[in-house]
């Protein structure tokens, strides 16, 4: 096994970069997709993939949003 994925090993000791960061911004354009089913225009998933990676803090304009 070790000698299969050598390449990476040697690739991950000498820049000591993970895909962690690219597989969790997939899993939230995964989950902005689900919440947005049923719209079929790209600019409304797009917009929920800002609302929901954005952590906006809506509060700050509406104080009784959670």
């Known amino acids: ?3 299969r994925h050598l390449e990476g090993i ?3 000791a000498q820049t ?3 895909l962690g960061f690219p597989k969790a911004l997939n899993g939230l354009i995964q989950a902005a ?10 600019d409304t998933i797009r917009t929920v993939i800002f609302l ?3 952590k906006l803090d809506f509060a700050a304009i509406n ?3 959670r």
């Not at 997709?33 to 079929?40: H, L, M």
């Open 1 to 3: 096994m070790v000698r």
């Open 10 to 12: 040697v690739a991950w």
């Open 16 to 18: 000591r970069k993970t």
């Open 33 to 42: 997709k689900r919440r947005a089913r049923g719209f079929a225009s790209f």
């Open 52 to 54: 929901i990676a954005g």
């Open 63 to 65: 104080p009784h949003a």
